[in-house]
């Protein structure tokens, strides 16, 4: 079986992942991948050339915002390869579905992120859920985490982990660190700390000025030498940075998923987030994280609340995450899945 999978671009984050665990999962199964996107950055285009059979990427720029860049790349891939595809998997740009049908005349197989803003009145029928899995990337590299990363790494930090975007609000884990020094004693104020980790895409103007907005933060708080900001890890860095901290704050409210979560329960941390959407699914309160109403004070409270559990309780919340993660968010249910949906409807 041919597949084409159009993504709009590929840079360091959660909805990336996805796309390459379904690239993974079909060529599990044998099929030729064929691979669209306006963007791809140095990280995944070492993973995907080795996994697609071919690919098309680059920047795309449209002229006004009647077209999507996305028509461009359907245009492309025709001309290059014809009407060869048995299925089409499309993701988060439906404005090109039909082009695509027009030019390939087969079925798509349509990936979203928020689904209820496409359909909102999906909240009337009883739909299956397709979970997203812990990250073949994060697992691949998993043994990393036995080797050292930096020696100036704090020992006991909080760790933020997302695309410097402002969507993340990551300023709200700036604002509770700084909120949780009146909460605890001085020395454990004094041995703890925040590192704030992501990608920067350094063409895109509202990431990189996120990026300064959260360091200009720190030092509006005065807490600039106790937060330490990381861009653009490696996956072997990431999970270093996942397997040794304390706890992982999560801060998107009404995150449509959100993987980060995930990777965390997956090391056995605990995870606190901002409760509604995807976190709902990916964190159970009490048992593998803190979920908290969105808000600075409320996560700093979570965190003091962390420092303050015993290393047997820490433990029992590292243990009920792993647990969940087999069960529900593992890359064989995933695959499984995806690969069933795939020859349904293909």
Not at 125 to 145: E, G, L, M, N
Not at 173 to 201: H, P, Q
Not at 254 to 273: D, N, Q, R, V, W
Request: net charge positive; aromatic share 12%; glycine share 6%.
């Amino acid at each position: 079986m041919r597949v084409l999978v159009c993504h709009p671009e590929f840079w360091f984050g959660g909805a990336e992942s996805v796309v390459f665990d379904a690239i993974q999962a079909f060529n599990g199964r044998n099929y030729s991948v064929y691979l669209v996107t306006g963007h791809c950055d140095s990280y995944w285009l070492d993973k995907l050339k080795n996994s697609v059979t071919e690919m098309l990427y680059g920047s795309v720029t449209m002229c006004g915002d009647w077209f999507h860049g996305m028509h461009f790349l359907a245009f492309r891939a025709w001309l290059k390869w014809g009407r060869i595809f048995d299925i089409v998997m499309l993701d988060g740009c439906p404005g090109a579905a039909p082009l695509l049908k027009l030019l390939f005349g087969k079925k798509i197989f349509y990936y979203l992120h928020n689904v209820n803003r496409c359909f909102p009145w999906i909240s009337n029928r009883i739909c299956s859920v397709h979970y997203p899995a812990i990250p073949i990337v994060t697992t691949q590299c998993s043994d990393a985490a036995k080797f050292e990363y930096c020696k100036t790494l704090p020992t006991n930090y909080f760790l933020s982990l997302n695309r410097y975007w402002p969507e993340k609000r990551v300023d709200i884990a700036i604002e509770a660190f700084s909120m949780l020094k009146r909460k605890i004693s001085n020395d454990v104020w004094k041995s703890v700390n925040l590192i704030i980790a992501g990608s920067v895409e350094e063409r895109i103007d509202a990431s990189v000025n996120c990026r300064d907005e959260l360091i200009k933060l720190t030092k509006l708080k005065n807490i600039e030498d106790k937060v330490i900001f990381l861009q653009n890890v490696s996956s072997e860095e990431k999970v270093q940075l996942l397997s040794r901290c304390t706890g992982v704050i999560y801060t998107p409210p009404m995150e449509h998923f959100g993987i980060t979560p995930l990777e965390g329960s997956y090391f056995g941390k605990i995870i606190i987030a901002a409760t509604g959407c995807g976190t709902n699914e990916t964190v159970e309160n009490g048992k593998t994280g803190i979920l908290v109403d969105f808000g600075a004070e409320n996560f700093s409270d979570a965190m003091a609340k962390v420092l303050a559990l015993n290393s047997a309780e820490r433990d029992q919340y590292g243990q009920n995450g792993k647990i969940m993660i087999e069960k529900k968010f593992s890359q064989r249910i995933f695959s499984e899945i995806l690969l069933r949906k795939i020859i349904m409807i293909s």
